[in-house]
């Protein structure tokens, strides 16, 4: 290890590519990189060009080895978005196909047609038959790209996630894996036996030997530049490790271009009604975590959405707007549909109590409102269920600390508000150290948080959590 003094960690997101390098004694960011990658997104439509994907990595990896010699990098840990799909060829890595983004919903047939019970699929990967995972994705691609089928058949189609195609580059063609966090997002994958499942691949006429081996999160996974690669996994996961949520009763709430709640629940798996049963980050020979996972289906893309309508503002004072905003309306933010517990996606968002004072602070303010109510109904719904949250942190751009307060209040509960500006790059390099057996015991981005109490009484709190269900089984009649 000498001289190896940072760990390179890779966070591959919906809308950029980003790169860091983390000391490994005090786990300090020594260096950033980001670039854009551009999500071609109309209507169900969500793509990119796969191709954008690999380059973006390999433009912010090297712009990290500009500033830092890869001598003194000890490895790369990678994570990325999950149920994004790619396709290439296994002999050439040519992409065959745009890579199928994590909201891309043109599947809907596939799913429809599947002959598998949502019952059946929840208890053998913990998860349910939407076309936002990548099953139903993978067979729409078959059935409508010409050149990912021909190499089906004549068997050359590699089919992964991104850190699936990232690593098989990365690694010149040597390495094609996945752990269980990422495999899990295919809707494949069975989180009892830990292999893809051959009842489900029969479903969807599909066959394993296009996909990645899998493995657990931590491992060799190749080479680049003759640093090692050590870690891929989900960004979720990454999260949830920067976080702290590495014990049973510990949860997150990350806030990104979706909403995420996620819950530790140890080392059983549990079947939930409405609610994703996910694997943790994972090291060789340990027993996984279990996460209750309650996806949204949006939150920063919802303000992007406000944003098409004219409602033009800076995200950096969404905490400022939610303060000032005196008559915030309702909102159900139903883009895309509702995420858990419901999981219908034939919603739309519905809004109500428009005043002829109404200002855009207040369409803004109400749509944040409606995202964190939307949450606190998971933990409730959770809760009756009996899982209790024993602490909570929350993180993410939009996790403002007036918004958070607003959660806190109608929670009746303290949260820890997770001040990283990278939660997902910082769990990344965790992830990498703890496998190595590295002290993070000082590493300071671990514990940059804030306590956040809530600012309404509890008599405000539950007036307001009573309008928001009137209003909430009311928009269900009006968009039914």
């Not at 997150?252 to 140890?266: C, D, K, P, Q, R």
């Not at 996460?291 to 949204?296: I, K, Q, R, T, V």
Request: proline share 4%.
């Amino acid at each position: 290890m000498k001289n190896k003094s940072f760990i390179l960690a890779i966070d591959q997101g919906s809308s950029s590519t980003k790169a860091a390098a983390f000391g490994v004694q005090n786990g300090c960011l020594a260096a950033f990189a980001k670039a854009e990658v551009f999500l071609n997104s109309v209507q169900d439509r969500c793509e990119y060009k796969a191709i954008d994907l690999l380059t973006s990595t390999q433009k912010v990896i090297e712009e990290i080895l500009n500033e830092i010699p890869a001598a003194q990098i000890s490895e790369i840990a990678i994570s990325a978005q999950r149920s994004t799909i790619v396709f290439w060829d296994k002999f050439t890595g040519k992409a065959l196909a745009p890579a199928l983004s994590w909201l891309d919903g043109r599947a809907k047939r596939e799913i429809y047609e599947n002959p598998l019970t949502q019952e059946d699929v929840h208890q053998k990967t913990g998860l349910y038959k939407t076309p936002y995972f990548s099953a139903a994705k993978i067979v729409w691609g078959l059935n409508n790209f010409p050149e990912v089928k021909n190499a089906f058949k004549e068997g050359r189609l590699y089919v992964g996630p991104v850190t699936s195609y990232l690593i098989w580059h990365l690694s010149g063609g040597k390495v094609f894996a996945c752990d269980y966090a990422c495999a899990q997002r295919t809707l494949l994958f069975n989180i009892n036996t830990f292999k893809w499942d051959e009842e489900i691949l029969k479903s969807f006429n599909l066959t394993a030997d296009i996909l990645p081996q899998i493995v657990s999160s931590s491992g060799d996974f190749g080479t680049y530049k003759n640093i090692k690669i050590t870690v891929s996994t989900g960004d979720q996961q990454a999260a949830c490790a920067a976080c702290g949520v590495l014990e049973k009763g510990s949860a997150l709430i990350n806030y990104g271009t979706g909403a995420f709640f996620l819950l530790n629940i140890g080392h059983k798996s549990a079947d939930v009604k409405g609610v994703l049963t996910s694997l943790a980050w994972s090291r060789p020979q340990r027993e996984p975590y279990y996460l209750l996972e309650a996806p949204l289906n949006t939150a920063g893309s919802f303000i992007a959405w406000l944003k098409n309508f004219g409602l033009n503002f800076n995200v950096k004072k969404l905490d400022k707007i939610f303060e000032t905003s005196k008559n915030p309306v309702w909102c159900l933010p139903a883009l895309g549909g509702l995420g858990a517990p419901y999981f219908d996606f034939g919603l739309k968002p519905v809004f109500s109590n428009f005043l002829p004072n109404t200002q855009k602070e207040d369409v803004i303010a109400g749509s944040m409102r409606g995202l964190v109510l939307l949450l606190c109904d998971i933990i409730f719904y959770l809760k009756q269920q009996g899982y209790n949250v024993e602490s909570l942190q929350t993180s993410g751009g939009l996790s403002g600390a007036n918004l958070i307060a607003f959660q806190s209040a109608i929670l009746g509960r303290n949260i820890l508000q997770n001040k990283q500006k990278e939660s997902t790059l910082t769990g990344t390099a965790l992830i990498a150290a703890l496998s190595k057996g590295f002290d993070i015991s000082a590493w300071r981005e671990l514990k940059n948080y804030e306590t956040i109490s809530p600012r309404l009484s509890p008599e405000e709190a539950s007036k307001i959590y009573q309008t928001w269900r009137e209003f909430f089984d009311w928009s269900i009649g009006q968009v039914r």
